[in-house]
């Protein structure tokens, strides 16, 4: 019984397609995130969603398009991929929005190898 | 140059022994969390530590944030092989919408 799902696991693809990764929660969570983590282990934000609602936008090329269908969903959809993209992609997800610098305990899905030949 | 700054980058030890994990900032944060990230996994929340000088205590893990909350460590007790992963330190920066994990440690425990 998963709570945060990602799909697909693994994604190989050549430069300039265009790809799209799904991720749902069934943890009735408000709040969702989707993060990138390169070879060094690095995690870095890209994106948050509050009740559908975008409240986190880091300095992601536009070419990076988050969308949330319903507060159980948001999918990330990458236009003309280029070797730099290839990373794992991490989707989270946490009962409320930050609140006075306060951040709620967060969920993390099994993340997305993405790799861009 | 990162906001948090996690020190040793690795680290291998064997079992039993006893180690600690620096996560450090040059600014102030109004809590931080520690994680656990196994290999091909999410990471996974231990602990989030709110106020300056606290000391959160989870089995043999020991928390402590800065008194200026500007940095916190991981102290772990008798190191087991299923501590091996890696730990992130993480929080939010200037105001609650901006969240950052540090550099991360990876730690490895052997039998």
């Known amino acids: 019984d998963t709570a945060v799902s990602q799909t697909p696991k693994y994604l190989v693809t050549q430069m300039g397609n265009d790809k799209s990764i799904k991720c749902e929660q069934n943890?009735?969570?408000?709040?969702m995130y989707w993060y990138k983590q390169d070879s060094k282990k690095f995690l870095k934000i890209m994106f948050s969603?509050?009740?559908?609602?975008?409240?986190i936008n880091e300095t992601v090329p536009n070419r990076f398009s988050p969308k949330s269908p319903d507060k159980a969903h948001l999918n990330l959809h990458i236009n003309s991929l280029e070797l730099g993209d290839s990373a794992v992609y991490f989707c989270?997800?946490?009962?409320?929005?930050?609140?006075?610098?306060?951040?709620?305990?967060?969920?993390f899905g099994p993340g997305t190898r993405l790799t861009v030949l | 140059t990162q906001l948090l700054e996690q020190s040793p980058q690795f680290l291998s030890i064997q079992e039993g022994e006893n180690l600690t994990v620096y996560c450090n900032s040059s600014?102030?944060?109004?809590?931080l969390q520690w994680y656990r990230q196994e290999p091909g996994e999410g990471p996974v929340l231990l602990v989030t530590?709110?106020?300056?000088?606290e000391v959160k205590k989870l089995k043999r893990l020991t928390f402590q944030f800065g008194d200026a909350r500007k940095d916190s460590s991981l102290h772990i007790t008798a190191a087991q092989p299923g501590d091996t992963g890696l730990y992130l330190c993480?929080?939010?920066?200037?105001?609650?919408?901006?969240?950052?994990f540090g550099s991360g440690t990876k730690l490895n425990v052997k039998p």
């Open positions: 969603y509050n009740n559908k609602e975008l409240i």
């Open positions: 989270a997800s946490s009962q409320d929005m930050p609140d006075r610098g306060l951040f709620d305990e967060q969920f």
């Open positions: 993480a929080g939010p920066f200037r105001g609650f919408n901006k969240f950052y």
């Open positions: 600014s102030v944060f109004s809590s």
């Open positions: 943890l009735g969570h408000d709040t």
């Open positions: 530590v709110v106020t300056g000088g």
